[in-house]
């Protein structure tokens, strides 16, 4: 039988992000990129599962015109970061690591879609000051996952292995197909945003997730089973104040789940978006990052 034609891959690194990377106390390396207005108010920003620092790439220009300080960790096993059994529970730690290497005194922190754990994990750091989810997944209890994310939990808790092969196989997908075969796993259909093209935003997608399992899919798959089971700490117990923002269409993440959040969180506000789930981060990422940036610089 005849083997099928070799497809070359296409170049997906991005190009445009100035990433660096710090050495933890456990000689790990941390790797991150930092967009917006590099002398503006810090903000962390988790990216989602799967996913990596790429994604914050589609809120560069309303960083920059809102003066905040994008800094995107790709956590350990994403990207350029290495891997490490980092759970919910010991993430602040390399949140707080990267936030001491730049000099970060107080900040914020926005996380979108599976980042949305990671944010409000760092609730116990004295330099967040606030907090601001995007499509974020919730604890198992509240029970609102979309189909797919119910499946992918499932398979993560029961057959690790059978979750990477799938998510090996859509890598190698993604690497031999446009850019519209990653959006369509967040997204109905491509947005746009002020800045940037419907075209633009596919690519930064599609570079998103390469970049997601450069290193493999373990991480990713931990990350799916991490999130699928009881998370460390109450929802009751985040004290800083919480914007949360929930697509109306979100496949993903249902609309529940935002409504769930924003109820059980003490000092929380819901809005609501007329949009899936990646046009939530497009359509109200501006929103997250004015919500949490200081009302006065100093």
Known sequence: ???PPQVPAVDWRPTDADTA???LPDDRRLAYATYGDPDGDPVLFCHGTPGSHVVARLLDTPARERGVRLIAPDRPGIGGSTDAPVGLDDWPADAAALLSHLGVESAAAVGFSGGGPFALACH??????????VGSSGPPEIGSTGRVQQFVGTLSRHAPWALGRLFRLQRWVALRRG???AVDFVADETPETDALSADEVARIVRADMLTAMARGPSAVVREQRLLSEPWPFDLADVSVPVAVYQGRDDANVSPSTGRALADRLPRA???????DHLGT?????DDALAAVRRRTRV
């Open 1 to 3: 039988m005849r083997s």
């Open 179 to 181: 850019p519209s075969y």
């Open 269 to 275: 506000s819901l809005e609501l978006v007329d949009a």
């Open 281 to 285: 981060l497009t359509a109200a990422g």
């Open 21 to 23: 990377a710090l050495s």
């Open 124 to 133: 116990r750091l004295p330099e967040i000051e606030r907090i601001a989810l």
